[in-house]
């Protein structure tokens, strides 16, 4: 009884305050103490790797990296001196290695799906919108999750989806005609090309006719955002921790984006599970082509077992995610490049006028996309000097032998570097030159096998890659066959978009946007060009 009123007492007190703040000073030092030697221990194992300059033993290199164009020109001086490979530190918090050479990537990607791991600092800041999903699970999660999704990637079913991409791309198109007949001729590519890709997506995954390129939606803008946010967040050191980031404005902004998101994708997976049982009950046939949600609700593996609800939805969301912004970089730096260089665009709209010859209707079947040979060399090119994704990043459970007695010892995480890769000088001749005919089966035989790596590669490369390459072959071809492109002006700038300064975020944009002259074809001019 005793024991209260001295507690309470300002002896009392002072001496609880003086015993809390004791042991939390241990745990401090302790967790300290841990961090040190763990970074004192990665030091010397990636000693093995070139080091660049730092100024602090402690901060490595905390604040070097740049999601701006002068961040690009310092990967291009890290590849110029380093040739393949250095490490990097983010304080005593990350220790990275950066590769940038195919002799050292290709280790890497191929290493067993059963020792790669998705890092956190580049893919943990998805996990509460994409939650388990295959882009972020690891393990025999993730091989079971590959296995009940590669249907719905297989040939039968992308030949379905390519009418949805003729008629996204076909609203879009009318869209431009509206506009240039208003007087507009100057347009922002990542606007209207990124509402077409969502536009296109929601028709896949959900059979839904959102309307997006001509109205605003609710569902989209959130996506859009929860895109900016994640980009914010990862600039942000302090925002990396979830107790910090849930009570920012950003934060709260993110999760009311998430709610609108996860409650679109709960509806319709919910709804369609109704909709398939009932038919199933029923034995009626089906209204509809099958879609991805369709596909996965009812893929199961060998012990009869699908996904649930919620691993439904989280696939569905990744889909959204993963399938909008980078295409849309995809195509928007394709058009790009074939505008500022007339000769190749020219060449791409004769081998689609040619295809077209004697059809009714001017669209794209899924037996074209094999005979635009020329189109889709152009779109490599592309998809090498501007890739939508800069870098993809791993961890390993086991160290990782590279060549040159080189080790990347487990936890380590692994930076390959798509763009360093794509303008290694080492890799490529002129590479910062846009040369379709690099990819002309006659001129492809001396090319390393991971020097070409916009999907990623090995066992966990882009499950939707064939997508991506179905649905820019079809918009660029029919874009090409309408309309002719050539570069365009910033408003903001008054000036040509030649000197666009990119823009890597979590897709490569344009700072300012990527601005294109639009000039819509008649069918006599498409054919007499």
């Given at each position: ?235 942000r050191m302090l925002h990396h921790w ?71 939805q989280a696939e569905a969301n990744t ?167 050539s570069p365009g002006v910033n408003p ?38």
């Amino acid at each position: 009884m005793l024991v209260l009123p001295h507690v309470l007492s300002w002896t009392g007190l002072f001496q609880v305050l003086f015993a809390v703040g004791v042991g939390l000073g241990a745990v401090l030092a302790v967790l300290t103490t841990r961090l040190l030697l763990q970074h004192a221990w990665y030091t010397n194992r990636l000693s093995c790797f070139s080091k660049p300059h730092t100024s602090s033993w402690l901060l490595g290199h905390l604040g070097q990296m740049q999601n701006t164009e002068e961040g690009l020109l310092q990967v291009d001086e890290l590849v110029q001196t380093y040739k393949h490979s250095c490490c990097w530190f983010l304080g005593p918090f990350y220790h990275l290695v950066r590769v940038f050479h195919p002799d050292y990537v290709k280790p890497l990607l191929l290493a067993s799906a059963n020792i790669t791991v998705k890092d956190e600092l580049i893919y943990g800041h998805l996990r509460p919108w994409l939650g388990q999903s295959l882009l972020l699970s690891n393990g025999e999660t993730w091989s079971r999750k590959r296995r009940l999704l590669t249907p719905a990637f297989h040939f039968d079913i992308l030949r379905n989806y390519v009418a949805k991409f003729n008629s996204s791309t076909n609203t879009l198109h009318v869209k431009w005609r509206h506009m240039v007949a208003e007087g507009t001729t100057n347009m922002e590519m990542f606007h209207h090309i990124t509402l077409m890709t969502l536009d296109s997506l929601l028709k896949c995954a959900f059979s839904y006719d959102s309307n997006c390129q001509q109205s605003s939606s609710d569902y989209v803008s959130a996506i859009v955002e929860l895109s900016d946010l994640i980009m914010d967040r990862r600039m942000r050191m302090l925002h990396h921790w979830d107790w910090i980031y849930w009570k920012t404005s950003q934060g709260k902004r993110f999760k009311e984006a998430l709610s609108i998101v996860h409650r679109f994708t709960r509806d319709v997976v919910e709804k369609r599970r109704a909709s398939i049982s009932l038919e199933t009950d029923s034995n009626a046939a089906p209204k509809r082509k099958k879609d991805f949600v369709d596909i996965i609700l009812l893929s199961k593996d060998e012990d009869g077992q699908g996904l649930t609800d919620e691993e439904i939805q989280a696939e569905a969301n990744t889909f959204m995610f993963a399938g909008h912004d980078t295409t849309a970089s995809a195509i928007c730096w394709t058009l790009y490049n074939l505008a500022y260089h007339d000769h190749y665009q020219e060449k791409c709209r004769e081998e689609v006028v040619e295809l077209m010859q004697g059809r009714e209707t001017h669209e794209i079947e899924w037996e074209d996309l094999s005979n635009l040979p020329f189109t889709t060399m152009c779109i490599r090119e592309s998809l090498r000097l501007h890739a939508p994704v800069q870098a993809v990043t791993r961890t390993y459970t086991q160290d990782v032998e590279l060549p040159g007695d080189r080790t990347v010892p487990k936890g380590a995480i692994c930076l390959v570097s798509i763009y360093g890769t794509h303008h290694n000088p080492d890799v490529w001749t002129n590479p910062n030159e846009y040369n379709p005919l690099r990819f002309d089966p006659a001129n492809k035989g001396g090319l390393a096998s991971h020097a070409f790596i916009p999907f990623s590669s090995g066992p966990r490369n882009c499950i939707g890659q064939k997508f991506a390459l179905a649905e820019l072959r079809v918009v660029v071809a029919l874009t090409l066959l309408r309309f002719r492109l050539s570069p365009g002006v910033n408003p903001k700038l008054s000036s040509s978009s030649g000197g666009v300064r990119r823009l890597p975020q979590l897709v490569l944009r344009v700072e300012g946007g990527l601005w294109l002259q639009v000039e819509p074809l008649t069918l006599e001019e498409s054919h007499n060009e």
